[in-house]
Structure formats: structure tokens, C-alpha cells
């Protein structure tokens, strides 16, 4: 059957014309898994290498609906391919073996298959597969409604779906930022797949980083997330998707980086390319879908070096008051995937959440515009966003140093490597902390203090574990770099953020994961600075006013610590940073 | 013809050198794939007979490596159950059983009997097919 031939048919006649790839090394079983496929009507495309596979996949997501492996397999072993399907792609994949041993039975069911054939396959198996994927299409689609419109196809976000699966490529390679959920046949008993646009992404992210990325529950994550007609299943397989991808690219740290959050959203989401918003979290991968938030892709430059940014940070671009973007983290080495962090637009809800270990200057102005967003990083966690008060002591030199900044950027500036880590106790640390920002106690956090004065809202600052080795890159790279998560969010829902500064991190310890350590330290810069990963959360409020005055006295305060070298740093503001560290 | 076919299948079943699965395959065979079971049949000595072949050198290097035999194996019989083979089929079983336990001597032993019934099979395939067409 040819392929158009097949969309015509394939419409109203599925399974008949449902397109599969078989994959198996040995060749006689290839051979007749092939016949009997064709014996039941479906499409078959063949290969006995599972690399020769994954291209076929990945070269065009919506060419096939269902994919059968065999288990082993010389150049691969089946499972990960399983796995990378499921990740990528998100196709229904079933196992064939001729092993019958329940070990190899459940870890299909471990790594995602949807089921499990023994060799022999016979016909009658074979007649019912088509069922893994209406199952896969429903549960996905679960909170979509059909509105049983239009049908051209283009419409089902179904893309494994190989009902008029041309015209729904087409369509699906356009901009979607909203989850489909209209189902274009009315016939069919296939829901529209949820599609995970960055936005809805971030809320994802943001809501399993409010929870803790270890105690998410695809329920809580639900209703922190607040959307309708999306159900706990699609929230259950996306998570599940996540982790799995985030286990996988951090092992893949190097390739990956620059890519890889992209990745997620776009493998999540079966689209390719950056049509969306670029924006590189960390972990997140916000797909490019985010047109909403505008951004446009940063330029890597120094700082985001690490960072593989395509996708950019546009969301800096975005801040009106100022050019700089938001935070960058870079996670290089440990989650592998962290990489840059689109700027975070303050003002946007879109608001990047991306942090990369990056110091990237802060937006100071994005800041207070408190769009709390939660960043996420590496591990959807997300990144406790710096008070606004904070940031927008630099106001003057996050210009400066955006403008500069990058590429100087400290390319290892990163803490990176246990953002992880960070994130997570950050996470804890931020789930758990009561709400009210622990009085800044010592010294050093009059900024902080006055952060807290001044904002509305309460926050915990959570610290991350001091694992992250400071980077000594940061001596001379950009001092100024300044790491925010996320937006804060105007509401009282603060969002912790992390917030790096380089020169901090150079030169600061490793701060324990408190609060009130860092409260204590005897860095007044400590208040609001991560050594190496130190979190704070500050939560910024959206007063400017108060903000004003925040800066205002933190730059005093600042200046009265020691001398303030605007070239030294950047900006002023961290001039005493430097001298205390 | 058609009853020297007939015959030679029969005795092909007979005498357990087929099983079901063969049937299942002369099932898929139509005006599309018209040669379907034999080019299957060609697929499997080929491969079959390569795996036989990596399978003899392992063994005569004297190393029994039992890992990489049952691995063999495995594949082989793989291939054997999907084409219907039965007798092959069970010699593989065998052979990994040994393998499993370790028994050198017993795997040698069934690697031989494992041969005689994979030519034996060809030999009768080829025939059928012969006459088959």
C-alpha cells in the first residue's frame, strides 16, 4: 500500500494501514514478523539494526504509529531502544523474544513497553497491536475532548495516529502551542495527544519543583498545574518521560548539553525543530512552542558558551527594563542536560525558568516584575528565584554586565554539577520551608533582610548543598554573573530561586543548604549569593518601590563593605562581594 | 508432483522435523509473497549456517565460553522456532542446558547431533521445494 494510498484508507479503516517498523537482527524472523504483519493489514517498514531504526524514527516522528523490536540485538540492546523510543518519540513499542523468562517480561514493563511477544508471533498477537496505540492515543489525550470537528487530520495531535498522519505532520510542524484536543475523526476512538508545549512544560516543572522533584505525584502535580482537560494520566506518563530522560542525559553530559533540554520537550512532544520558542532549561526543555513568551533565542556567547543555547535566551530580551537576560544555569557536568538557561523573563511568566548553572546576569528588572516562575533546572527543579529586591540591586550592572557578560560568562561558572542535587534540596528545601523568610539574621543579609522587608511575600530561602566544587573559572570570568531561576512570582508563592554569583561561588565555600547558614555567613554578599550553589530564594516582590529602596540599601550596604569597583564586577554591587570573599 | 509433495511434507512432520509454525508460515504464503516459506527457508540456512559456523570455532578454541555459546544458541533457536524446525529446535535447548550447567563434553555432543539434524532438514526442505515447483 502506498502511502497516500494509506492516508486515504487509513482514515476511516484503522488499524488497517497502521504503520509499524519492525526491528529484528535476525533476519528469517524479520522476514516473517514482515509477512505477517502485511497478513494483518498494517504498513511495514523493516530494519535489522536498531541504530538503522532510531534514524528512521527520529528523521520523521510521525511516520510510523507502533514500533516491534526484538530484545536482542547485536548493535543495540532492545530495551534501549525501548527506551529511547518511548523518550523521544513516544510511540507504543512492543517487545519480541524469544526469551519467555519473567525477568525479561518485567523489564519491558520497566522500561515502557506495551507489551511483550514471544517468539513464535503468531498472527492472532499480531491481529490486536493496533490496540497499543488507540491506548496510548486515549490516555494521553485523556483530558482532551473531541469536538469531533473538522476532521482533516491536521487537528489530531495524535501522531501516532497513522490516520492521515500527512496532513497531520504538516499541521503538527506548525506552531502548537495549545494542546490539541480536538479529535479529527469523530469515528475514531482515539483522543487527541496532550501536547507538551513549553508553557505547559514549565507548569509542569514548576509544579513537580514546588513538590520536590522526588516527592512529585502525577495528582499533586495536577492540580498545582491547574490545567483543564489535562488528566492525571497525561501528567503521570509525562513525568514518567522526565525522569527517565533526565536519568538518561546525565549520563550523557557532553553530547547532550547543548541540546538536550530542548530535546525533552521536542521528543516529548514529537516535534522537531525549534519552531517553538527555544528556550534551553535545563531540564525542562521547553520546547520552542513557547511563541507566547516571545522569546528569542540568545545567542551564546561566553557565559552561555557552555551552554549550547539554542535556544536562547530571549527572554531577556524580553524585559523591558533591561536588556540583561535572566539567569542561566548550566548544569554541565552533572545533569548533563542542564544547559543554558533562556533568560528569564522576569516580566513573562514564560519566564524562563530555565537555570543553568550559568551566572548569567540577572535581570533585575524582570525581577520585579515578579513573575514567579519556577525554574527549572536539570531536574525540573526549580530554581528559587532571587528576590527581586536582590536582583535589582543590580540593576545598573546587570545592563552592564548583560551587555558584556556573556562572554565572559564563566563558562564553568556552574555549578552545575550538583545542581542536581541542589535543585532537589532546593526543592525539599523550598517545599518544606514555611513560607516565611527566616529573618536574616546575621549580617550579611541586611540585603536580604531588606528583601524581606520590603517584600509582601515570604519566602525561604533554601540552600543547596554545597556540593558543587567552587568553580575557579569564575575568578576572572564574569563576577557579575548572577544566576536566577525564576521569576518570582508576585503572589505569595515564591519561588525559590538560585542565585549564583560567580565571584561568590569563586570565591565562597560551600554553603549549607539553610537558610540560616547562609544568613550567618559572614559574607554580607552571602545573603544573596550562592557560593557555588547556594539557593536563595528571595521573592521579590513586585513592588518596584520596595524594590528601589532594596537596591538602594543594599548598594549602600554594599558599598560601605568595601570598595566598589564597577569594573571589577560589573556592577557595583558586588564590588563588596569581591572584598568579602 | 503435488503427491510427492504431499508425501515429503508429511514426512517431514512425521518425523518432527516440522511444527505448527511451518504451517503458519505456508499460511502466509499467497499471490503476493508467492515463494514466501522458501525464501524464508533460504534466509534461516543462511544465517543458521553462519551461526553454526561461529558457534564451531568457538568450540574448537577449547575455551568454553558458555556465555557466549548459550548467546549462540539463543539466536539460534530463535530463528529455529520461527521457521518451524523442530528437531534443530531441540538441540538447541539442549545444548544451552548444557551450557548452562557448564557441561563441555555434553555441548560438544549436542553440537554435533544439532548439525546432522540442521543438514538433514536442509536436505528435506530442499527436496520439498524442488518438487514443489
Keep these: ?581 | 508432483m503435488q503427491r510427492q509433495v504431499a508425501l515429503i511434507k508429511q514426512s517431514l512432520f512425521d518425523q518432527g522435523y516440522l511444527d505448527e509454525q511451518f504451517i503458519e508460515l505456508e499460511e502466509l504464503q499467497d499471490d503476493a509473497n508467492p515463494n514466501f516459506v522458501e525464501e524464508v527457508a533460504t534466509l534461516y540456512f543462511k544465517d543458521s549456517a553462519r551461526l553454526i559456523s561461529n558457534i564451531e570455532q568457538a568450540l574448537e578454541r577449547g575455551s568454553f565460553d558458555f556465555n557466549r555459546l548459550d548467546n549462540y544458541m539463543h539466536q539460534f533457536k530463535g530463528s529455529s522456532t520461527s521457521i518451524g524446525a523442530s528437531k534443530v529446535k531441540t538441540e538447541c535447548t539442549m545444548f544451552r542446558e548444557y551450557c548452562r550447567v557448564g557441561n563441555a563434553e555434553g555441548c560438544l555432543r549436542t553440537f554435533k547431533q544439532l548439525k546432522k539434524e540442521h543438514a538433514t532438514l536442509r536436505k528435506k526442505l530442499e527436496q520439498y521445494f524442488q518438487a514443489s515447483k
Design chain 1, 1 to 581: 500500500m502506498t502511502v497516500e494510498q494509506q492516508d486515504c484508507v487509513a482514515l476511516d479503516q484503522f488499524p488497517v494501514g497502521m504503520r509499524v517498523l519492525a526491528v529484528d537482527d535476525d533476519q528469517t524472523c524479520l522476514r516473517i514478523l514482515e509477512s505477517l504483519l502485511h497478513r494483518c493489514q498494517y504498513h511495514v517498514t523493516t530494519t535489522n539494526q536498531a541504530q538503522k531504526a532510531l534514524e528512521l524514527l527520529r528523521e520523521n516522528k510521525n511516520k510510523f504509529d507502533l514500533v516491534i523490536s526484538d530484545v536482542d540485538m547485536p548493535d543495540m540492546d532492545g530495551f534501549k531502544l525501548l527506551e529511547l523510543v518511548g523518550l523521544e518519540m513516544d510511540l507504543p513499542v512492543i517487545m519480541l523474544s524469544a526469551h519467555s523468562d519473567p525477568k525479561y517480561v518485567m523489564k519491558g514493563v520497566t522500561h515502557g513497553a506495551c507489551d511483550y511477544l514471544l517468539k513464535p508471533v503468531r498472527i492472532e498477537e499480531l491481529k490486536n497491536i493496533w490496540q497499543h496505540v488507540v491506548r496510548k492515543n486515549r490516555g494521553s489525550n485523556n483530558g482532551d475532548k473531541k469536538d469531533g470537528s473538522g476532521n482533516e487530520g491536521v487537528a489530531n495531535s495524535d501522531q501516532n495516529n497513522g490516520r492521515a498522519n500527512r496532513k497531520r505532520k504538516d499541521q503538527y510542524n506548525e506552531d502548537e502551542d495549545e494542546e490539541r484536543d480536538d479529535n479529527d475523526d469523530p469515528s475514531s476512538q482515539k483522543k487527541p495527544r496532550v501536547v507538551w508545549t513549553v508553557e505547559l512544560h514549565k507548569k509542569f516543572v514548576a509544579a513537580v519543583n514546588q513538590l520536590g522533584f522526588e516527592k512529585a505525584m502525577p495528582k499533586k502535580i495536577l492540580d498545582l498545574m491547574n490545567v483543564e482537560k489535562l488528566t492525571r494520566e497525561n501528567v503521570a506518563s509525562h513525568l514518567q518521560k522526565f525522569r527517565l530522560y533526565l536519568k538518561r542525559i546525565s549520563g550523557n553530559q557532553q553530547a547532550i548539553m547543548a541540546n538536550s533540554d530542548l530535546h525533552f520537550l521536542q521528543m516529548s512532544n514529537g516535534l522537531d525543530g525549534f519552531h517553538h520558542r527555544p528556550i534551553p532549561v535545563g531540564t525542562g526543555q521547553f520546547h520552542g512552542g513557547a511563541a507566547a513568551a516571545g522569546m528569542r533565542p540568545f545567542p551564546p556567547n561566553g557565559i552561555l558558551g557552555r551552554l549550547n543555547t539554542p535556544s536562547g535566551m530571549s527572554g531577556v530580551r524580553n524585559l523591558s527594563s533591561s536588556p540583561s537576560s535572566g539567569m542561566f544555569l548550566q548544569n554541565p557536568t552533572d545533569l548533563g542536560k542542564f544547559h543554558h538557561v533562556s533568560s528569564l523573563p522576569l516580566n513573562h511568566i514564560d519566564g524562563g525558568n530555565i537555570l543553568q548553572g550559568l551566572p548569567m546576569p540577572l535581570e533585575f528588572d524582570q525581577l520585579q516584575t515578579n513573575n514567579n516562575k519556577s525554574i527549572i533546572a536539570g531536574n525540573s527543579m526549580a530554581f528559587p528565584i532571587f528576590p527581586t529586591q536582590q536582583q535589582s540591586s543590580l540593576p545598573n550592572n546587570n545592563n552592564h554586565l548583560v551587555l558584556e557578560g556573556h562572554p565572559q560568562a564563566p563558562p564553568s561558572a556552574f555549578p552545575g554539577h550538583q545542581i542536581n542535587k541542589r535543585l532537589e534540596h532546593w526543592s525539599n528545601a523550598v517545599s518544606s520551608s514555611s513560607s516565611t523568610l527566616p529573618p536574616p539574621g546575621q549580617n550579611s543579609n541586611s540585603l536580604i533582610s531588606h528583601q524581606f522587608d520590603a517584600s509582601s511575600s515570604s519566602y525561604s530561602i533554601p540552600f543547596c548543598d554545597s556540593t558543587i566544587p567552587l568553580n575557579p573559572a569564575l575568578d576572572h570570568t564574569n563576577p557579575r554573573a548572577f544566576y536566577r531561576a525564576t521569576d518570582m512570582d508576585s503572589s505569595a508563592n515564591v519561588q525559590p530561586g538560585v542565585y549564583y554569583d560567580s565571584l561568590q561561588m569563586r570565591k565562597s565555600g560551600n554553603y549549607g543548604p539553610t537558610t540560616d547558614a547562609m544568613l550567618s555567613s559572614n559574607n554580607p554578599k552571602e545573603g544573596f549569593t550562592v557560593g557555588q550553589q547556594k539557593l536563595q530564594s528571595g521573592f521579590m516582590g513586585g513592588e518596584a518601590g520596595s524594590l528601589d529602596d532594596i537596591v538602594n540599601s543594599t548598594m549602600k550596604q554594599e558599598q560601605s563593605q568595601g570598595d566598589l569597583s564597577e569594573g571589577d564586577l560589573g556592577y557595583g554591587g558586588f564590588s563588596s562581594l569581591r572584598t568579602c570573599i
